[in-house]
């Protein structure tokens, strides 16, 4: 007899009931967060490779003004539950919408930088505040 992966034994509404009472506040996040980007039709972050056209949404976790070779640089994390992605704004100090908490789904093509997934001046929709 083999073990079953518990992601592949069936679940019924007690086991789930029961796993969310166990699970810690950033876990039911994430995996809220990994439910938002399957959705919407995107590619989850960990799912991404170098040089690869992709959109992915998540949250952002941060945002700083961080200068590039002189030139300003708006940075943000975006996370999606799964891994974190640097998206990138050159020449930018700010842009409306752009705060920690907010939710946006971001296209472009993925980077990697310092062993980091990066997005650079990526075309991107800010999803509303507040539960869709």
Same mark, same amino acid.
């Given at each position: 007899?083999?073990?079953? $992966?518990?992601?592949?034994? @069936?679940? &019924?509404?007690?086991? +789930?009931?029961?796993?969310?009472?166990?699970?810690?506040? %950033?876990?039911?996040?994430? =995996?809220? #967060?990994? =439910?938002?980007? =399957?959705?919407?039709?995107?590619? +989850?972050?960990?799912?991404?490779?170098?040089? =690869?056209?992709?959109?992915?949404?998540?949250?952002?976790?941060?945002?700083?003004?961080? @200068?590039?070779?002189?030139? $300003?640089?708006? %940075?943000?994390? !975006?996370?999606?539950?799964?891994? @974190?992605?640097?998206?990138?704004? #050159?020449?930018?100090?700010?842009?409306? &919408?752009? %705060? $920690? &908490?907010?939710? #946006?789904?971001?296209?472009? +093509?993925?980077?990697?930088?310092? &062993?980091?997934?990066?997005?650079?001046? $990526?075309?991107?929709? #800010? +999803? @509303? !505040?507040?539960? %869709?």
């Amino acid at each position: 007899m083999r073990a079953v $992966p518990r992601s592949e034994k @069936p679940v &019924g509404r007690f086991r +789930r009931m029961l796993d969310r009472l166990s699970s810690s506040q %950033e876990e039911l996040d994430s =995996e809220e #967060l990994r =439910e938002d980007a =399957e959705t919407a039709g995107c590619t +989850r972050i960990c799912d991404c490779h170098d040089r =690869e056209i992709v959109t992915v949404a998540g949250t952002l976790r941060t945002v700083t003004l961080r @200068p590039r070779a002189g030139v $300003p640089a708006l %940075e943000a994390e !975006l996370f999606d539950g799964s891994a @974190p992605l640097d998206v990138v704004w #050159l020449g930018r100090r700010s842009i409306v &919408g752009i %705060e $920690p &908490g907010r939710r #946006l789904i971001a296209s472009g +093509r993925i980077s990697m930088s310092r &062993g980091r997934r990066v997005l650079f001046n $990526p075309k991107y929709e #800010l +999803r @509303p !505040l507040g539960r %869709e």
